[in-house]
């Protein structure tokens, strides 16, 4: 059997990890120097509201006894593990949780461990992990598994617009400069996911509303397929959400519209506000 591994950042509501058995592993964090409680549900309005009044919010990686704890029982009991994580572009999880995957392998020399950076974060990981479980519970064998999943994270677009472009200034994606003429332009970046899983800037737009409206636009110029799975994540904006969700169908899109609240650990450096779009294109990685 193969068992299917990702992250609190893959942002996959719990019931959809339970259906399809979907082993989750935390990055952990601290909000004002006191450390989240993992086992909790995450309360998406107060964190984003506590960032909105000033919270310092740090984030830490998955650690390597974890990531041990997790994968250990699984081989002893004969089954192999894809691990789909987050973007090496923007954290060190992967990487880290490949050197303990070596580890088991030589301890394991007779199971299958593979991990798989996602290049995406939030739903921009969590379909992909969804598709190969997909295809974990129908028998599909470990190479079948991962040629589809690097071909979807191929495919992936991940588009999203921030309310305040302080939290990107401060974690380095834009200038102080630049961050205050943003904030008195009023403008506001479509940031997408690069073919590295590094953030950067797609296009500009003159407010917010113009900025929605460009996501849309995006949309039905890139999307291979309307009948495909499509993302939406919002930092405490389920109105804005819904919105989008609402957007998307008038511009033909027929596949499951999954919309959830932006998980705290991308979600620290894009801050409160922010609404993210996430489908399939034509293969551009």
């Not at 964190?47 to 974890?66: D, F, H, Q």
């Not at 995957?101 to 030589?106: G, N, P, S, V």
């Not at 991962?146 to 979807?152: D, K």
């Not at 959400?241 to 511009?251: I, K, S």
């Amino acid at each position: 059997m193969i068992r299917v591994m990702t992250d609190n950042a893959a942002n996959l509501p719990p019931e959809l990890r339970e259906q399809y058995g979907i082993r989750e592993l935390c990055l952990t964090y601290t909000v004002n120097g006191v450390p989240a409680d993992m086992s909790a549900p995450f309360d998406g309005y107060a964190y984003y509201e506590a960032m909105r009044k000033g919270a310092e919010v740090k984030t830490s990686m998955i650690s390597p006894l974890t990531a041990r704890e997790a994968m250990e029982p699984v081989l002893e009991q004969g089954d192999d593990v894809l691990y789909i994580g987050l973007s090496g572009g923007v954290s060190g999880t992967c990487w880290g949780v490949s050197v303990v995957a070596q580890e088991l392998r030589e301890r394991y020399p007779h199971r299958d461990i593979r991990v798989l950076d996602s290049r995406g974060a939030s739903l921009g990981e969590g379909l992909v992990v969804l598709e190969a479980a997909h295809l974990a519970q129908q028998g599909a064998d470990m190479d079948t598994i991962t040629a589809r999943a690097s071909e979807l994270c191929g495919k992936m677009r991940q588009l999203f617009v921030v309310d305040d472009l302080k939290f990107l200034r401060k974690g380095g994606r834009l200038s102080g400069a630049a961050a205050l003429a943003g904030t008195l332009l009023q403008i506001k970046p479509i940031l997408e996911g690069d073919p590295e899983g590094k953030i950067v800037v797609h296009s500009k737009e003159r407010g917010r509303k113009k900025a929605m409206e460009q996501l849309i636009r995006l949309y039905q110029e890139l999307v291979e397929d309307k009948s495909r799975p499509v993302g939406i994540s919002h930092a405490a904006a389920p109105a804005e959400a819904l919105h989008l969700a609402t957007e998307l169908r008038q511009a033909g899109c027929t596949g499951e519209i999954l919309s959830v609240c932006h998980e705290p650990v991308t979600g620290a450096h894009v801050g409160p506000g922010m609404l993210a779009l996430y489908f399939y294109s034509a293969s551009w990685r």
